[in-house]
């Protein structure tokens, strides 16, 4: 079984910054894809940012330029750098991995920027 554990979530002033973690645990083999979702109060989760299945980074276009995710494989733990944050930020962050023999997810932690 896998186990996604995201930290840094916070309540952060608009223009201020915030760098999420996710932990991985158990057997992590044949990693597809790993990904930072979203969820806003009333609405749907999106992808915020991921590494494809080529390696590649790819954004939601509402965090060019103020996100950056990365990855430790190491240590089986992804992060996401956040800049610039905004109002419209604020939401539930998902941590998410696409295996060979699952996709899972985190619990989820809270982001709240104030204006």
């Known amino acids: 079984q896998v186990r996604l554990v995201e930290s840094g979530g916070g309540l952060v002033q608009a223009g201020g910054s915030l760098r999420l973690s996710c932990a991985a645990s158990?057997?992590?083999?044949?990693?597809?894809?790993v990904a930072w979702y979203r969820q806003a109060p009333g609405k749907e989760r999106e992808l915020v940012a991921g590494f494809t299945m080529g390696g590649r980074t790819e954004y939601t276009n509402s965090v060019k330029g103020r996100f950056t995710i990365s990855k430790d494989n190491t240590q089986n733990a992804v992060y996401l750098q956040m800049n610039s944050l905004e109002p419209e930020d604020t939401a539930v962050y998902y941590c998410?991995?696409?295996?060979?023999?699952?996709?899972?997810w985190g619990q989820g932690t809270q982001v709240t920027v104030s204006s």
């Open positions: 998410y991995v696409d295996l060979v023999g699952g996709t899972y």
């Open positions: 158990g057997i992590i083999r044949g990693v597809r894809t």
